[in-house]
């Protein structure tokens, strides 16, 4: 853009800022300098005088007419307007280029008959006073100019003018005629019309409108049928393009008073108009009353884009260029919808990127926030964006319109979206984790209450709080006619992962609930295991059972054993499965938890077994077997020692009997097959569902885990064989001592 020079009407150039805006534009502005450049303050001065704001509703006016015929002199009685003119005095030309200015009359006196808004009046350089090429030259531009965005162009003559070839006179019309089938017929289909206002200038009053009217069709028709025309237009006529309007005006010098009234009634007629009314005028001479602004006249320029659509008309121009109105306007609009989509996401940006930020930083924490109030902002800021933008946009080309909107649409939704999404996820991320604590602190309640708990209850209890709490969220966010406006499929991403998280508690569930079965089956094993070992030091058989005949109960010990065992576990697996099955645990997870169970179990037992069989342990239960059948009769009466007594024999029977025990405790195997227990069947296959996590814990077990290398025989031996040998020795010298006890304790009985 050039440079913003004013040229002041006494010729000296100034510069934007050095004076007010007031006085800077007090004769308008320059839209077009001597030198053929644009004005780029021209968007300035439309802001300044209120007209960029207006839409439609502002209309343009050109005058064109030889130099010094009053031009200027009329506008400014016509429009209250400041434009230079010639001092009677010095006779040079003034209007240089192309002038605008705001019309400052806002109504005609009597106020009745209201001019109509904002009519921006354009003057033009007369032409007459120069080279005659040079002169051609600027006419032809300034009248496509004046064509592409004026509804009414004034042409003002003198009454002596009329009727008189006038070489410039015409050269202008026929001009004004070519440049107009040039801009507006040739492929465009709807031509605008254009109104010619014919200002009839010192008049005399001896000839009638009627007749200068005359004159000047038949004049126009000459140099209608003169002009060049596209083809298929030969037999076109004036009137399918242009409206013709005649007034005269008196002399301003011999007749002031006269000449200003008739310009105040002039000026009423600079007002909205009907089509009715133009046909009227058409048929009758009587146009004094006819508004000149039809909506037909308008060039659908909306005024916040005149100034770039003006811009882009003269660049086209000066650089003889093909004017295209049509591309002009899209251009225009192009520019303007980019403007208007800049000025409104600036109130969209302040109202969005707050959030934007907040929600960034949570990312950035590793701690994604749910941001309140956000859906109301979201909606009202999208609403609110496109409706601003409707309302500037929506008067430019359509086509243009509809494609920035969209790309609008769809740049703010692309935000959103996002805006959208964060919410969503850290609905999902908090509702996950609330979820998961919400069911460990109800469980926990539970267990300290002692009372059983319904875990399957708190599940779906917490489940069901955890979507209707996401729903909420989500639903709060949603912005109606936004393409993303929806999360069935987080919902469902959502849904999936509080399923997967329940899964994952109850699985805990299951581990906690396999604890205090193992526990329960640690403790009942413990005692009743325990008796079955304590009853060996009774020499007379263990846990109750009855003494029968030579049957030794201690035989039996490893069936008794193995029996109280497979039961116990028995009981522990119903109990288990009981409580798994009310919390849903599936068949699969079940058959994991009773396998784990059982190996558990064999362990706990073991482990047991090994505890009852430290040496420590073992020698005393030796002992004390030796002693009941050494020192106790038969009928359990201890025996008191007299020399006489076969103690030798009685020695050698409890004590060859006592070591039984020990082949007997040293393998955990039936005693009526001798085979060991058939502990890899009683455990079972692995269940197909279990996984690596489920064994981890677990200890191997010889003759079940193949891999382990250890046989079941192995995990069946109690004592190793070295063991053996060594207790017996220790036993033999334990009971050796007692035996030489009785034995001194016989002979003493005698000194005694
Ligand atoms: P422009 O060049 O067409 O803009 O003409 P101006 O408005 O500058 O006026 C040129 C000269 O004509 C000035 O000296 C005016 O005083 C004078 N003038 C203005 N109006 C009239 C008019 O109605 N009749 C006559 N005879 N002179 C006029
Ligand atoms: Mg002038």
């Known amino acids: 853009p050039t440079a913003p020079s004013i040229m002041t009407v006494n010729g000296h150039f100034a510069s934007v800022g050095e004076k007010s805006s007031k006085e800077q534009y007090e004769h308008g502005i320059q839209v077009i300098n001597d030198v053929q450049e644009f004005n780029g303050a021209l968007p300035k001065y439309l802001s300044l005088e209120k007209v960029a704001s207006a839409g439609f509703n502002y209309h343009l006016i050109s005058v064109f007419g030889s130099q010094s ?46 001019m109509a808004d904002n009519i921006l009046v354009m003057d033009v350089e007369g032409t007459d006073g120069r080279e005659r090429g040079e002169d051609q030259d600027f006419e032809r531009k300034s009248a496509l100019f004046a064509l592409a965005t004026s509804e009414v162009l004034i042409l003002n003559m003198w009454e002596q003018q009329v009727g008189l070839y006038n070489a410039a006179n015409l050269g202008l019309l026929k001009v004004v005629f070519e440049v107009n089938l040039e801009l507006f017929i040739k492929g465009n289909k709807q031509n605008p019309r254009s109104l010619l206002f014919f200002v009839i200038r010192d008049h005399l009053g001896t000839t009638p409108l009627s007749n200068l009217r005359n004159t000047i069709m038949q004049d126009l028709s000459k140099i209608w049928s003169g002009c ?18 005649f007034v005269t005006l008196p002399h301003k010098i011999l007749q002031p008073e006269k000449f200003v009234a008739e310009v105040a009634q002039l000026g009423t007629r600079f007002r909205e108009g009907h089509k009715d009314a133009r046909r009227e005028a058409l048929r009758n001479d009587d146009e004094l009353e006819r508004g000149v602004f039809l909506p037909e006249y308008h060039r659908r320029i909306p005024a916040d884009g005149f100034s770039i659509y003006a811009e882009g008309v003269w660049d086209q121009i000066v650089n003889n260029k093909d004017l295209d109105l049509p591309t002009q306007q899209e251009l225009m609009a192009q520019f303007r919808c980019d403007e208007i989509s800049r000025e409104v996401l600036v109130a969209f940006d302040e109202a969005i990127v707050p959030f934007e930020n907040k929600q960034a930083d949570g990312i950035r924490m590793g701690n994604p926030q749910v941001l309140g109030g956000l859906g109301a902002v979201m909606r009202s800021a999208r609403m609110k964006t496109v409706k601003n933008f409707e309302t500037e946009a929506s008067r430019y080309h359509k086509g243009v319109y509809g494609r920035k909107r969209a790309e609008l649409e769809s740049k703010i939704d692309g935000r959103l979206k996002i805006l959208f999404q964060g919410q969503l996820s850290a609905a999902h991320k908090s509702g996950v984790n609330e979820f998961s604590e919400a069911v460990s602190a109800a469980v926990k309640t539970g267990q300290k209450k002692g009372a059983s708990y319904d875990f399957a209850e708190i599940v779906d209890r917490e489940k069901k709080t955890a979507l209707s709490k996401y729903d909420k969220e989500a639903r709060g966010v949603l912005v109606e006619g936004a393409p993303w406006s929806n999360y069935k499929q987080e919902m469902s991403l959502y849904q999936k992962d509080l399923n997967e998280v329940s899964g994952r508690l109850r699985r805990e569930e299951m581990r906690r609930l396999a604890t205090r079965v193992e526990r329960w089956v640690r403790s009942r094993l413990g005692e009743s ?72 179990s064999w362990g706990v037992l073991r482990a047991k077994v090994d505890e009852e069989m430290m040496e420590g342990n073992l020698l005393l239960k ?83 885990d193949e891999d382990e290398g250890k046989s079941l025989e192995e995990e069946m031996t109690v004592l ?33």
Request: no cysteine.
């Open 228 to 245: 060049n025309k596209p083809a298929g237009l030969e037999k076109s006529k004036i009137e399918d393009y242009f409206d013709m309007a």
């Open 622 to 704: 030796l002992r004390e077997n030796f002693e009941d059948k050494f020192r106790y009769d038969e009928a359990g009466v201890p025996r008191i020692w007299r020399p006489t007594d076969d103690i030798e024999g009685i020695y050698s029977r409890a004590r060859e009997s006592t070591l039984t025990l020990i082949p007997l405790l040293s393998k955990f195997q039936s005693s009526h097959t001798s085979d060991p227990p058939p502990l890899d069947d009683w455990i079972g296959n692995v269940p197909s569902s279990v996984t690596p996590a489920d064994e981890e814990d677990l200890s191997p077990i010889g003759g079940v």
């Open 720 to 752: 190793s064989d070295a063991k053996r040998q060594d207790i017996t020795v220790r036993f033999k010298k334990t009971a050796d001592g007692v035996y030489v006890e009785a034995k001194r304790s016989a002979i003493g009985g005698i000194t005694q």
């Open 529 to 600: 295991v325990g008796l079955e070992f304590n009853a060996l030091g009774s020499g007379r058989g263990g846990s109750g059972a009855p003494e029968s005949g030579d049957r030794q109960p201690e035989k039996e010990i490893w069936d008794r054993i193995w029996a109280v065992f497979t039961k116990t576990v028995q009981d522990a697996e119903r109990r288990f499965t009981d409580r798994a099955r009310s919390f849903d645990a599936s068949s699969a997870e079940v058959d994991v938890g009773l396998w784990r169970l059982r190996r558990k």
């Open 69 to 114: 015929t009053g031009k200027s002199t009329l506008l400014n009685h016509l429009f209250g307007t400041e434009f230079g003119v010639m001092s009677e005095s010095e006779r040079r030309q003034t209007t240089k280029g192309i002038w605008m200015s705001n019309n400052k009359k806002a109504k005609v006196e009597g106020a009745t008959k209201q």
